[in-house]
């Protein structure tokens, strides 16, 4: 009786300790990987084409078109590809468990001594990992998941993930690929509108790094400064090819 209180004191304490314990961690980290990738591309291909473009001697609205197709297309594919890739991920998965949960019930001494030679890679002594691993032997399920997440590696994927991807992605990039063409539908002049396409978009490429750096918990100021030197190589290089090509 006095063994069983003293464990509802200890449940007690333990729940109250999490209670009270505010986690702090980023835990939005598959949502943020999109944006970056959507924005980032976003922002430097359409400003690349842009540049080329004007670099051609071509007219404000000819950029804007060209730029506007490449934006749809480019929503599209990466959407796409950012779904197919989380799609990939979720098959995988499924394929793994399935493999695993035969193994639990083909070979379960063989899953048994993996589970064994897991907890004693955390330093767990043989005492007192044997109670742990009979166990999980008495609840297939959680030994199943004990096996995926610790053997493997893998995280159950969220069923709407492949989607939310999809989206996340073309949205961004949308947002992005705008910005470079924004002084395009104001100046007529090409050359004119393409100085002010550098300062928004390097500006914007700036507050972008900034972000991202901050949120990933990289050097904000370094993860600016990258980024915005990838976007001015982009575009220079298309407008030197171009101005080479159709000085």
């Known amino acids: 009786m006095a063994n069983e209180e003293a464990r509802n004191s200890d449940s007690e304490k333990q729940r109250l300790l999490i209670s009270q314990h505010k986690e702090k961690h980023f835990t939005a980290g598959e949502i943020v990987r999109d944006i970056i990738i959507g924005v980032s591309d976003g922002l430097t291909v359409p400003f ?18 060209a730029g506007v197709a490449e934006v749809a297309a480019g929503a599209i594919s990466m959407g796409l590809g950012g779904y197919l890739a989380a799609k990939s991920e979720a098959d995988h998965y499924v394929r793994e468990l399935r493999r695993e949960q035969e193994e639990i019930v083909n070979v379960p001494d063989t899953e048994a001594a993996e589970v064994a030679e897991i907890l004693a890679e955390y330093g767990i002594e043989h005492h007192e990992y044997t109670p742990v691993v009979n166990a ?31 989206l996340t992605i073309a949205i961004s990039y949308i947002l992005g690929g705008v910005v470079p063409l924004i002084p395009y539908m104001f100046i007529p002049k090409a050359s004119e509108a393409l100085a002010g396409s550098v300062v928004l978009t390097l500006a ?20 600016a400064f990258q980024t915005a030197l990838i976007g001015a ?15």
Request: charged fraction near 15%; avoid cysteine.
């Open 48 to 65: 690349a084409l842009a540049a080329g473009l004007s670099g051609a001697n071509a007219t404000s609205s000819i950029v804007l078109t």
């Open 136 to 166: 999980l032997r008495k609840n297939p399920q959680a030994w199943l998941d004990f096996m995926m997440k610790f053997e493997l590696g893998l995280e159950k994927p969220d069923p709407r993930r492949a989607l939310h991807s999809a």
């Open 204 to 223: 914007a490429l700036l507050i972008f790094g900034f972000a991202k750096g901050y949120f990933t918990g990289s050097k904000p100021f370094k993860s």
């Open 233 to 247: 190589i982009a575009s220079a290089a298309a407008f030197g090819m171009a101005k080479a090509i159709h000085p």
